[in-house]
């Protein structure tokens, strides 16, 4: 096969590898990254400079690669309203309870980006009640993004194959979220997507949080007193009922990598975005953008690359060229309880654990 090595020159560090005679159909390119809050005008305003139009610009070229490029929209897009959670509950930040609300024209700097599809099945969401979920579909929706949360399923027809994407996370289950703690009716609610779609790429906010959630636990994990699920029970779950990759964030730190059954799992993207409003501190500010290939046939995991990224300044995505987010989730797969661990090669790329016949990623910047 005729392979031709292009290289950015400032990215030098990540080759990337084409091949003009590949044809194109046999397999689905996904990039997916973390949480993103791009600052908040509540309960005061810090927004990042020139309106955050350069808040993607390191990281833009990378997310674009993918054909469904995911991110975990981590508070609501609205003008006004009225927050409706820490206060309702009597709740203050020093007891933990965080309200976010992004302006929302930032809903053009998600598709400047490159993302078509958001999950809004999380914590803060509903910060500003219905009114500030309904503001946030408009918003992204009207930029043609796509949203993915309890009854809101993304499609994308690609090639002839119906994708979809259904989101979960530990709250109950409602209008922006299902339940990952009903693991049971996860599958029902799998199975029944699973007779529309060819493939289904599962979203869920879960798992506990903070430095010391970066290794992976296989059982029932809490936050605060709070129930934030069995990750990895509900993960492999989804993929026993059929899912072709599940993605985690909610963590807000990057947790390993699993191949179970042939299929990725994701256990956490940790932080992407996180403007002036999270601690970016050790490993909350290290970050990457997955990018991957399933086979479309399948859905088998065939390969992809981990892009290593920090979180600059007051939480802007850089990408970073000592690779610390690569050399952390390294660690963090070898020290983990899972059989199936990808490999990795020099450059951050992904290989299954038992590779097929592989061709090399090929790099389809929309």
Sequence with gaps: ????R?????????PVLISSQAPAADFLTVSAVGDILMGTTYPSTILPPKDGAELFGSVRQFLRQGEIVFGNLEGPLIDGGTPSKCGKNNLTPQQHC?????????????KEAGFNVLSIANNHSLDFGREGLESTINSVTSEGIQ?????????????GKQIALIGFSYLGEGINSYSMLDIQRGREILSQTRTYADHVIVSFHGGAEGKEAVEITQGEETYRGERRGNPV???????????????GHGPHVPRP????????????????????????????GLSFILQVKLDMARGDFLGGRIVSVELKGRGIPAVDPNTKALNLLKGLIAASPFEGR????????LFPTNPPAQRPMMNRER
């Excluded at 950015?8 to 560090?13: D, L, N, T, V, W």
């Excluded at 949203?147 to 090639?159: E, K, L, P, S, W």
Aim: proline content about 3%.
């Design 1 to 4: 096969m005729n392979l031709r």
């Design 6 to 14: 292009i290289s950015f020159s400032i990215f030098a560090f990540l």
């Design 98 to 110: 965080f309200e976010f609300r992004m302006p929302s024209r930032y809903a053009k700097h998600l």
């Design 147 to 159: 949203v993915v949360g309890g009854r809101y399923v993304a499609a994308f027809r690609i090639r």
């Design 233 to 247: 029970a509900f993960a492999r779950a989804m993929i026993e009922a059929g899912a072709t990759l599940v993605l």
């Design 257 to 284: 990598l699993e191949i179970y059954r042939g299929k990725l799992i994701v256990y956490s993207l940790g932080n992407f975005v996180a403007y002036g409003v999270m601690n970016t501190k050790g490993p909350s």
């Design 342 to 349: 990808p490999r990795f090669g020099q450059n951050g790329e």
